[in-house]
T-cell receptor, first 116, second 111 residues
Framework: AQKVTQAQTEISVVEKEDVTLDCVYETRDTTYYLFWYKQPPSGELVFLIRRNSFDEQNEISGRYSWNFQKSTSSFNFTITASQVVDSAVYFCALNPYGGATNKLIFGTGTLLAVQP | ETGVTQSPTHLIKTRGQQVTLRCSSQSGHNTVSWYQQALGQGPQFIFQYYREEENGRGNFPPRFSGLQFPNYSSELNVNALELDDSALYLC??????????FGPGTRLTVL
């Protein structure tokens, strides 16, 4: 089965706090891709990162960082020093089947609310 | 560079009607995917078009159909609308199999 689980439905933090969004995935494919997208209230999904299954290096981009661990099938996303503009729904997604198509399997999303 | 655009922004239909949603892909992209996002849920893959051919389909009935044109723009058609078809419909474009860039979506309400 191909599945993405985001167990945290809603998270509320105060500005400048660090926050980690959890993502656990299931797939039997050896080649796959993992993604994070941000969906602000406007509705448009904003691409944040793509990571392939053979690259377990952690990645940092400004205040964002991602931790990919194949051993636990997790691809967690951390925002350092959160800001009000980070408030959105964040989706983790899996592209299985060796990337033969662009089919993305999304989790149910985590609503992040950053309070000033 | 123009991003992904979708029209219309909002649409209200009644049960049994048919609807056509449109998507213009980002410049240079040849692949378009369509997703349905119900309220409070993650997007669900409907199908993908690559060079005018359907190339992958999710678990949606045949009354969901599509087209891709030579300029890589695309249409999503839904026949015999049902109440459960009410959702945000998202179009995403890419260059082959790569990062997908999403449009703002069309909010469809079926009464």
């Amino acid at each position: 089965a191909q599945k993405v689980t985001q167990a945290q439905t809603e998270i509320s933090v105060v500005e400048k706090e660090d926050v980690t969004l959890d993502c656990v995935y299931e797939t039997r494919d050896t080649t796959y891709y993992l993604f994070w997208y941000k969906q602000p209230p406007s509705g448009e999904l904003v691409f944040l990162i793509r990571r392939n299954s053979f690259d377990e290096q952690n990645e940092i981009s400004g205040r964002y960082s991602w931790n990919f661990q194949k051993s636990t099938s997790s691809f967690n996303f951390t925002i350092t020093a959160s800001q009000v503009v980070d408030s959105a729904v964040y989706f983790c997604a899996l592209n299985p089947y060796g990337g033969a198509t662009n089919k993305l399997i999304f989790g149910t999303g985590t609503l992040l609310a950053v309070q000033p | 560079e123009t991003g992904v655009t979708q029209s219309p922004t909002h649409l209200i239909k009644t049960r049994g009607q048919q609807v056509t949603l449109r998507c213009s892909s980002q410049s240079g992209h040849n692949t378009v995917s369509w997703y349905q996002q119900a309220l409070g849920q993650g997007p669900q893959f409907i199908f993908q078009y690559y060079r005018e051919e359907e190339n992958g389909r999710g678990n949606f009935p045949p009354r969901f159909s599509g087209l891709q044109f030579p300029n890589y723009s695309s249409e999503l058609n839904v026949n015999a609308l049902e109440l459960d078809d009410s959702a945000l419909y998202l179009c995403a474009s890419s260059l082959g199999i790569s990062e997908q860039f999403f449009g703002p979506g069309t909010r469809l309400t079926v009464l």
